[in-house]
């Protein structure tokens, strides 16, 4: 049943803070939040955009840093600062004209509830609270930002064949 649903994903949507990084943010003197970002799960962002796959960010959290990540990647369905995840999530169904049987959505707190209810395939990091973790149809080994994203994108790609990169890059992962 699970390998199947890997094999239906066309689309895989990620909050930030908490999947992407493992939560902290640090504050500097002028305010602004620094976060830290696992360049494996960077590597498995970009192959998935190569290899024709949607991703997008869903965030509450925002700064042009994140934004300029993200696009570094090759992601450019980008939503920081989002209030109402849900409200987002289906005017990207529209937009990009996929239905949410194909959507792997990977959450890990409150905020993301809503909208992983909604979602194909549900996922989180292994330190997501548990009422995430409660609806999740795959919990990650891995904590948020620890390669929990990578782990995702690597087990459906290498599901439906397409892991390996032909012309693999290594500054691909660290732009």
């Given amino acids: ?51 024709g796959y949607k991703v997008c960010i ?10 300029k990540r993200f696009s570094n990647l090759g992601i450019t369905d980008v939503y920081l600062g989002a209030g109402n995840k849900v409200d987002i999530f289906k005017q990207y169904l529209i937009d990009k004209n996929i239905t ?42 891995y904590p948020g930002g620890k390669t929990a994203v990578r782990h995702i994108i690597e087990s459906v790609l290498k599901v439906q064949g397409k892991w390996q990169d032909a012309q693999p890059n290594a500054s691909d992962s660290g732009k």
Avoid at 129 to 138: N, Y
């Fill in 100 to 141: 949410a049987d194909e959507v792997l959505y990977m959450g890990d707190d409150i905020p993301d509830l809503n909208v992983m209810k909604l979602v194909g395939l549900p996922t989180c990091p292994a330190d997501a609270v548990e009422e995430i973790k409660a609806i999740s149809k795959f919990v990650s080994p």
């Fill in 58 to 67: 869903i965030s509450g959290g925002d700064g042009i840093a994140m934004a």
């Fill in 1 to 51: 049943m699970f390998l199947q649903k890997l094999k239906d994903i066309s689309t895989f949507i990620f909050d930030v803070d908490g999947v992407l990084t493992d939560g902290s943010i640090q504050i500097t003197d002028s305010g602004q939040g620094l976060r830290t970002f696992n360049i494996k799960d960077g590597y498995a962002m970009q192959l998935a955009v190569k290899k």
